[in-house]
């Protein structure tokens, strides 16, 4: 039967009987309102260890102050189903009270790598997820912890902090899932309209075309993103954040699309109040 | 008979089967070239835990670029026997491309209580041992760990860093060890000329005089910083860098010595090239 911790103290005393035991302990940090991106990255835990922990927590240090953390979908109830089936043992579920006692006064802080794409767009965002995921990795002590690559700078970002601090974890990142029609799930999608929805596929198609082009031997980055911006300005209610491509995971400017190194194309597209992101790692040598 | 390991992945291994054999392990943190202060905080450890545990690694993240990192002592032998007279169980000693194989992009940051004392004197200072100190603890996953109240304020930053990144750590801060004419003991004593030595007892001297000042009621700071400096000043050789009275942990500004509150006197004096501190604790309510 799976359990929902909510403080702290119970859920340090719970891992270290399961440690004691020769556990190996996974986590699956989310923000709740959980969708089969999440359960896959349960499941793949759940298949890779004894212990599988998911945290749900919406964590305000990660928003900005006009973003939308007040209005972020929230449904324990749902949730616990999602997690179960998926097959979680226990589901970490601190209230803000509990994660921020006091104002903090200590950052994690990655530089470089949160300079561009969500990170730009984003002030302080990366700041926050950095400092909660240190958190929720001292508080569990995983051996392993899923995230999924449609945050892929954040993959990025967690895996540059671990290897810096020395953290003893493994980052395990896991592919993206997506709606038949091809976009990407996000507990945000529900906050698209039907209208929108229906045009939010153009950044998985404008992927897709990437993709082609670069098949038929566009490998010039300028060109590519041009392309890509015009085709998703096909969507009317589509207002681009960024279209990027970089290296990955180093996430620096690449002028050309080489076949012996990874690049990802990054996408945020606004539809009205809700952004959406998306990428594609080209030439993927891991996952 | 007492190790010496240099690589993180060999402490690791030794670690992880000394933990699973159910033992309780300490870490002293240090920059090598120890002395009775060290010494003090090892045979704490010893009598504490079961597995002892001494760092000597001296940090260049900690230094600014005209600070004596190139010339901070160094003696390897010499700390291998103090060490282990004083009970340590094994010393790791990295090297610095062990710590630093890649200029880091990840830093742990404490705002606030680095923004006075040596945060202000030495900027960046506290962020390169709130990131190396985040790091030994990775590494070696301590259950306890010992800092001497010379650094009062490193004591008080890094256990604000243990508890708002929720480290499973516990920080056993220690009694300043002084010599027989109330000298501070500081690897950097060995700086100093015998002329300075003989002034360096001053900022000794001018913590017991505020002591008595306090005493006889004299309580406002702004009047006793002025006395401890006209004191300090009455050796040619000290030159004055900070001389201050705050709360403490919270290092915040202070204008009454209040008996029901704790509060730091803390001293930074330099002599020529050499860069002394001291603090005394009023109204000490624990260690």
């Known amino acids: 039967m799976m359990e929902v911790i909510t403080t702290i103290s119970e859920i340090r005393t719970r891992i270290t009987k399961e440690r004691k035991a020769g556990k190996v302990i996974s986590l699956v940090p989310t923000m709740g309102y959980l969708h089969r991106g999440h359960q896959s990255l349960i499941e793949k835990a759940r298949a890779e260890s004894d212990l599988v922990v998911v945290s749900i927590f919406v964590n305000p240090l990660q928003f900005g102050p006009n973003e939308d953390y007040d209005r972020y979908p929230r449904d324990l109830e749902r949730d616990k189903v999602i997690a179960e089936v998926a097959g979680a043992d226990l589901i970490f579920f601190p209230s803000v009270n509990e994660m921020y006692p006091v104002k903090p006064k200590t950052y994690v802080e990655v530089n470089e790598l949160t300079n561009q ?58 592919p993206i899932v997506r709606e038949e029609d091809g976009l990407a799930l996000s507990s945000r999608n529900v906050y698209l309209t039907s209208e929108e929805r229906s045009q939010a596929t153009i950044l998985y198609q404008s992927l897709q075309k990437a993709k082609e082009w670069i098949g038929e031997g566009i490998t010039e980055t300028k060109k590519l993103k041009d392309r890509i911006r015009n085709f998703i300005e096909t969507q009317p209610l589509a207002r681009i954040d960024y279209v990027e491509i970089l290296s990955f995971p180093s996430l620096e400017p690449v002028t050309e699309i080489h076949s012996t190194s990874q690049a990802i194309i990054a996408l945020a597209v606004w539809f009205d109040k809700t952004r959406l992101i998306d990428n594609l790692i080209i030439n993927q040598n891991e996952v």
Chains 1, 2 share one sequence.
């Open 117 to 174: 794409l969500c990170g730009k767009s984003r002030p302080g965002h990366f700041r926050g997820v950095t400092t909660v995921v240190s958190k929720l990795f001292h508080i569990i002590q995983p051996d392993f912890a899923y995230f999924g690559l449609k945050d892929a700078q954040q993959v990025a970002v967690i895996q540059q902090m671990v290897e810096d601090l020395n953290m003893p974890v493994t980052i395990v990142p896991c």
